[in-house]
């Protein structure tokens, strides 16, 4: 009979107890918020961004929203190719959340999302363990008052809403992000997200990815 034992393999859904800040009005008290899923934000570097543009641009129609999937060459070739990039940020957001040493990561696929004003991304979650969404042009000209332009629970214009759950008393539900150039966030592929439509200039462009992964045995 092989030796049996007890594993500690649960221990990835328990959050650490250093997550406190302390609280804005009162400084003798700290608050902790530790459940629920993480987002991991970073930027890209620009070379890169750059890069991704110069491919992309002859593919995408300049004046009407589209979707087109990434080339394997865009992923992989360059130094550093995007695929090392986005594998080395899903490698830390793994070791943060989870305390887990990624083995192996492998891509679903890159597409890209251009956007111009008026046109909505519904609220969707993705296949794949990890996914994750990057910033590669910014609407360069919002009517002020529509980029202020309150959605239901604050979902602003063309940013990145993230939803958890639904409304409940004392817990948070929804974040929302600006898109900027080269930002890129990484979050679990099965987290809703959406983008509320945007009226202003330009062109909201994004790529997003799905990637499945196999983490280091114990
Ligand atoms: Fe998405």
């Excluded at 990835?12 to 800040?21: P, V």
């Excluded at 990057?134 to 604050?154: A, C, H, M, V, W």
Aim: glycine fraction near 6%.
């Amino acid at each position: 009979m092989s030796e049996l034992k007890r594993t500690r393999r649960l221990r990835k859904y328990e959050a650490d107890d250093n997550l406190g800040r302390p609280s804005h009005s009162n400084p003798t008290t700290e608050l902790h918020s530790p459940f629920g899923p993480q987002i991991a934000k970073t930027t890209l570097p620009t070379a890169v961004i750059d890069r991704l543009n110069q491919s992309i641009d002859p593919h995408i129609d300049q004046n009407k929203s589209s979707e087109a999937l990434l080339s394997a060459e865009a992923v992989f070739s360059g130094s550093p190719s995007l695929a090392s990039l986005i594998e080395e940020q899903i490698s830390h957001y793994v070791k943060e959340v989870e305390g887990s040493e990624v083995e192996h990561i492998e891509f679903e696929v890159f597409w890209v999302v251009s956007q111009y004003e008026d046109t909505p991304s519904p609220v969707h979650f993705h296949s794949g363990d990890i996914s994750g969404v990057f910033y590669l042009k910014e609407p360069t000209k919002i009517d002020p008052q529509q980029y202020e332009r309150n959605y239901i629970s604050g979902r602003k214009a063309g940013f990145i809403n993230f939803i958890e759950g639904n409304k409940q008393r004392f817990s948070k539900s929804l974040i929302s992000f600006e898109p900027r150039v080269g930002d890129l966030y990484v979050f679990p592929g099965w987290l809703l997200h959406g983008a509320e439509p945007f009226i202003g200039e330009g062109e909201r462009r994004s790529v997003a990815f799905n990637a499945n992964i196999r983490i280091k045995p114990d």
